[in-house]
T-cell receptor
Framework: EAEVAQSPRYKITEKSQAVAFWCDPI?????LYWYRQILGQGPELLVQ????????DSQLPKDRFSAERLKGVDSTLKIQPAELGDSAMYLC?????????????FGPGTRLTVL | SQKIEQNSEALNIQEGKTATLTCNYT??????LQWYRQDPGRGPVFLLL?????KEKRKERLKVTFDTTLKQSLFHITASQPADSATYLC????????????FGKGTKLSVKP
């Protein structure tokens, strides 16, 4: 069964360092999402791609976060510099096509700890 | 902006009983609502979607209702099993046209044998 792949699964870094997360969505899925989930909370959308274009990055802290999906397939989320408050689970999800009702398929996430 | 409230952080029930989880929203009525299951350290997994013109949707032991008058969805698991123990998330469209979702905090269900 096709799955969303993410790496690394765990990342420990010191504040002010740069970190990067990678996501490979399910083949054929045009829409890709990056979420941040703090323990005890629901996922919060950071950025949404339709193919290679950003369609929603209103909640992305653009002074330190960046995301790209250059060929409309896999994607990278970067934080530079990392801050203590960035410690969270970073989830990638994908969905097929542009339909509003599409279910989202999530990857296993990257657990980030900033020391 | 849309706000979602899931009735309790935790729900403990006995195996074999029916678990009922509540999702309330406060602003505009969404065109649909989704429920996801999340196990510790894992990403959410889609369970069910119900549209605004549907009163009820079933899938095996799961049942979801959607009351736009009450601004509420109920999620039922009948004949609950310890394997149903997980956090259940309610999600609504974020208000844009791009299919993004707003998630509730979730309810952690524990089914005791």
């Amino acid at each position: 069964e096709a799955e969303v792949a993410q790496s690394p699964r765990y990342k420990i870094t010191e504040k002010s360092q740069a970190v990067a997360f990678w996501c490979d969505p399910i083949s054929g899925h045009a829409t890709l999402y990056w979420y941040r989930q703090i323990l005890g909370q629901g996922p919060e959308l950071l950025v949404q791609f339709q193919d290679e274009s950003v369609v929603d990055d209103s909640q992305l802290p653009k002074d330190r976060f960046s995301a790209e999906r250059l060929k409309g397939v896999d994607s990278t989320l970067k934080i530079q510099p990392a801050e203590l408050g960035d410690s969270a689970m970073y989830l990638c999800a994908s969905s097929f096509g542009r339909a509003r009702y599409n279910e989202q398929f999530f990857g296993p996430g990257t657990r980030l700890t900033v020391l | 902006s849309q706000k979602i409230e899931q009735n309790s952080e935790a729900l403990n029930i006995q195996e074999g009983k029916t678990a009922t989880l509540t999702c309330n929203y406060t602003n505009y009525s969404p065109a649909y609502l989704q429920w996801y299951r999340q196990d510790p350290g894992r990403g959410p997994v889609f369970l069910l979607l119900i549209r605004e013109n549907e009163k009820e949707k079933r899938k095996e032991r799961l049942k979801v209702t959607f009351d736009t008058t009450l601004k509420q969805s109920l999620f039922h698991i009948t004949a609950s099993q310890p394997a149903d123990s997980a956090t259940y998330l309610c999600a609504l469209p974020g208000g844009g046209s791009q299919g993004n979702l707003i998630f509730g905090k979730g309810t952690k269900l524990s089914v005791k044998p």
